[in-house]
């Protein structure tokens, strides 16, 4: 096949061509449009190479857009798409997926770049090393809020109505809950030892993607105590990050979170709702589970700089148990405040 690979630039009809191409292929995530390229460089200032290829009428035929992550902690790296569950290469066409991949090869070896992770939905059966530790939790949604609420066993239909007699109650809107999802999240990141995004980082995806976003907050009187946010494309609404205060679990308010975001959905019209990413077996993987969500198999794939090993950047790795602990120890206004540093280049 005839190598045409291109890298976008700023001109509208390259950006719309690129957009109507993941507007009409059904491989495509919301994370491949375009507008995630200024986001990122903008809020997190890392340089993109966005990748397209096109066929001899000059259509459109395949993308990968890649981030490339730079940082003395955690290295080089090229990845498709950081910070998200889905992204990678995107077209219905083997050749054209070979092509794209060895140009973002050799950007890689060009910028000393130690590996290229692509996070798929399919695997690219082509020898290049692979994880699948984790997986995609999907739900299928029935039409009615109504019909999801019958299906529910009656323990967790049960564990739904605790914060309700707790005097729970919801809110959903757009960036006007930003500030309480954002004193939610950041509390809990720093409960988990994790660093927090900044907040102009979701303000960005809102403003953005208006339409396809919404954050869900569940208030005990005037104080968020659990939020999410959601995002909706083709038929699928995703909560990619979702958030309480441990000390309300006792009333389980992230129940009464969820069950109005699969409440949300249903009468948005979604047909698929996506708990996120999870390994099999853990906490996480068991609390989607009760829902009825199913596993689907994630795929991530690399090339490797040779005498490189795979990476590990994940809580689970050992090497990061006492930075974890003593971010766990810090006061959530500097986690506020450092995060973002640190966060930027964690994929």
């Given amino acids: 096949m005839k190598s045409n690979i291109q890298l976008i630039d700023n001109a509208p009809d390259d950006r719309d061509r690129w957009d109507d191409f993941v507007d009409r292929t059904a491989k495509s995530s919301i994370y491949h449009y375009s507008k995630w390229r200024n986001i990122i460089e903008n ?11 096109t066929d001899d009428r000059g ?59 692509f996070r798929q939905e399919a695997s690219f059966d082509n020898g290049f090393p692979i994880k699948t530790t984790k997986v995609s939790m999907l739900l299928d949604l029935p039409s009615s809020a109504d019909d999801l609420w019958k299906s529910f066993p009656s323990k967790l239909r049960s564990q739904l109505k605790k914060p309700q007699k707790e005097g729970l109650f919801i809110r959903i809107g757009g960036e006007e809950e930003l500030d309480s999802f954002y004193k939610v999240f950041s509390t809990n990141m720093r409960d988990l030892g994790t660093p927090v995004y900044p907040k102009r980082f979701f303000r960005q995806i809102l403003k953005n993607f208006e339409g396809n976003t919404w954050i869900v907050t569940a208030c005990k009187e005037t104080e968020p105590v659990a939020s999410g946010f959601l995002i909706g494309f083709k038929g699928k609404m995703e909560i990619p990050w979702a958030s309480s205060l441990r000390r309300f679990n006792r009333i389980s308010p992230n129940m009464l979170l969820y069950w109005n975001c699969l409440k949300f959905s249903c009468e948005q019209g979604y047909k698929v709702f996506d708990f996120g990413r999870s390994s099999k077996g853990e906490g996480s993987y068991k609390f989607k589970e009760q829902w009825g969500a199913n596993p689907r198999q994630l795929y991530w794939h690399y090339w490797m700089r040779e005498g490189v090993e795979l990476p590990e950047i994940n809580p689970s790795n050992r090497k990061y148990n006492i930075a974890i602990h003593c971010w766990k120890k810090l006061p959530v206004p500097v986690t506020k405040f450092l995060g973002p540093f640190i966060v930027k280049n964690i994929p």
């Fill in 43 to 53: 809020v997190f200032g890392h340089k993109t190479f966005y990748l397209y290829s």
């Fill in 59 to 117: 259509n459109v035929a395949g993308i990968l857009p890649l981030v490339n992550l730079k940082s003395v902690l955690f290295g080089n790296m090229l990845v498709s798409m950081p910070y998200f569950n889905y992204g990678g290469v995107c077209t219905d066409n083997d050749g054209t997926r070979d092509l794209l991949i060895n140009e973002a090869i050799v950007i890689a070896k060009e910028i000393h770049s130690n590996h290229i992770e």
